[in-house]
């Protein structure tokens, strides 16, 4: 069974650095694309980084380029997403989902149960 | 980027109705396009990949169509359970994007 379990989220002032964790579980974790997804409250989904199946490939939202930074350990199956320079607008819940194929560009086929950022004076 | 557009934002239907949930791109997706469902404090949940495609474990009441630009996710006949959020996302030209999803509410 896949299994992806969200952590690192919390109460965070405004250019402060965070670190999201995902650990995976139930599948064969450098064979697929991992990603990361936030929902601010009450608003829908928006794609906020990629990382490939050897993590030699990166790709990010503009409105997070530059700050964030995404990264996996595939001896630990774990990814991670490095925030700095935290915005307000970086309020969301973050979930981490398994892509489709080893590349970018799949569907998100599993994804974690979400971490709350806040990022707030 | 591609702008989705979901319509309606809103569909108020009973158990037992058919629901036709439209996504409509901004320019063509090929057919890389997805659909989720979102329950209240859930994570999303996948239903249907490459525009017709059902997921792992998604009941057959749940169908997908359409290609280039115009979507339609189908659900044949509603249960309790299918009252949600639901999205489309496309991966036909990157960034992947999300439209603004159609709450689906009970009547």
């Known amino acids: 069974e896949v299994q992806l379990l969200d952590s690192g989220g919390g109460l965070i002032q405004p250019g402060e650095s965070l670190r999201l964790s995902c650990a995976a579980s139930?599948?064969?974790?450098?064979?697929?694309?991992m990603n990361w997804v936030r929902q601010a409250p009450g608003k829908g989904l928006e794609w906020v980084s990629s990382?490939?199946?050897?993590?030699?490939?990166?790709d990010y939202a503009d409105s997070v380029k530059g700050r964030f930074t995404i990264s996996r350990d595939n001896s630990k199956n774990t990814l991670s997403l490095q925030m700095n320079s935290l915005r307000a607008e970086d309020t969301a819940v973050y979930y981490c989902?398994?892509?489709?194929?080893?590349?970018?560009?799949?569907?998100?086929?599993?994804w974690g149960q979400g971490t709350l950022v806040t990022v707030s004076s | 980027e591609i702008v989705l557009t979901q319509s309606p934002a809103t569909l108020s239907l009973s158990p037992g109705e058919r629901a036709t949930l439209s996504c409509r791109a901004s320019?063509?997706?090929?057919?890389?396009l997805a659909w989720y469902q979102q329950k209240p404090g859930q994570a999303p949940r996948l239903l249907i990949y490459?525009?017709?495609n059902r997921a792992t474990g998604i009941p057959p009441r749940f169908s997908g169509s359409g290609s280039g630009t115009d979507f339609t996710l189908t659900i044949s006949s509603l249960e309790p359970e299918d009252f949600a959020v639901y999205y489309c996302?496309?991966?036909?030209?990157?960034?992947?994007?999300f439209g603004q999803g159609t709450k689906l509410e009970i009547k």
């Open positions: 989902a398994k892509g489709t194929q080893w590349l970018r560009g799949g569907a998100f086929d599993y």
């Open positions: 139930g599948f064969i974790f450098n064979n697929f694309a």
């Open positions: 990382l490939s199946g050897s993590g030699a490939n990166t």
């Open positions: 320019q063509s997706v090929r057919n890389f």
């Open positions: 490459d525009a017709s």
């Open positions: 996302q496309q991966r036909g030209t990157w960034p992947p994007t």
